[in-house]
């Protein structure tokens, strides 16, 4: 029977992960990282950060693409709410907050929206989730969420609003004492009180 080349051999581990490789993973399966960098020349693997690689055909998930390129975004907004699937729509613009004085490269042909925060406020409510193509990503919790979309600056339309707020109500794991421990740090306090009195 004949060996598998070791090109096979990627484009069958490509296959079965959700069409991304990394320099380690070949490293740790004996293939020479030349081969990887030769299919990225021939057109048949994308370059999503240093040493991550991807089949664009296979891969199609521009959530974990842009959070690959920019590692230290979380999405944020309107963004997180369609990954919670507390919103019907796919964003047009992807949101993602930065920690202040992070310098990012704009080199990304995605339709991205950045925020840069204090560190501070940054890292309050971080945690993960899984894209609609079952990558993890770096997400706000639901409660920090629904605080940002009420926020004065680039505040979510009224739509957006009512519709997370009925979702969250609906939810199992709400957790409505972080909600106002939140609502107080960034300000929303009364608007938070006022749609949990009406909905709950």
Known sequence: MKRMSQQDEIIKYLNKNGGQITSKTTNSMGISSRVLRNMYAHGQLERLAPGVY??????????????????????????????????????STYEMNFPLPYAYSTKTNAPIKIYRQKKELYEIGITTTKTPGRHPVKVYNIERTLCDILRA?????????????????????????????YARIFKVEEEIRTYMEVLL
Not at 62 to 91: E, H, N
């Open 153 to 181: 600056r680039d505040r979510s339309d009224a739509e957006t609003i009512k519709q997370a707020m009925n979702s969250y109500v609906h939810r199992k794991g709400k957790n409505l004492h972080k909600l106002m421990e």
């Open 54 to 91: 991807i089949d664009p055909l296979e891969f199609g998930d521009d959530i974990a693409a842009l959070q690959y390129r920019l590692s230290k975004g979380v999405f944020f907004k309107d963004t997180a709410l369609f990954l919670y699937g507390m919103i019907d729509r796919t964003p």
